[in-house]
């Protein structure tokens, strides 16, 4: 497993960025977490930006309001949806 951690400052650009993945076929929603939804597909890009945003801006210790982690692991590992989404839940904890 290899783990690439990037921070920075817009909130907008990172969520484009996953978007814009998946949009391209090249990624998918396996699991959304601290949205008010429990469906991804129940909330828009303007609204995941919205909440992420005030978010930051409600907590004044935050500087990079962006982390962005990238966890890939090698090609031979079978990992399940569910394994995947646990191992998430567990880097943002």
Known sequence: MIVRINTGSSVGGAV???EDKVQ???ARVISINNYPVEDAD???LRMKIGILETQAWMNPHVVNNT???AIAFHP????SDEKLATIGK???E
């Open 16 to 18: 484009r960025y996953n």
């Open 24 to 26: 391209q076929g090249e």
């Open 42 to 44: 129940t909330i828009n």
């Open 67 to 69: 982390l962005h982690v």
């Open 76 to 79: 031979t590992d079978t990992l």
């Open 90 to 92: 567990e880097w943002m």
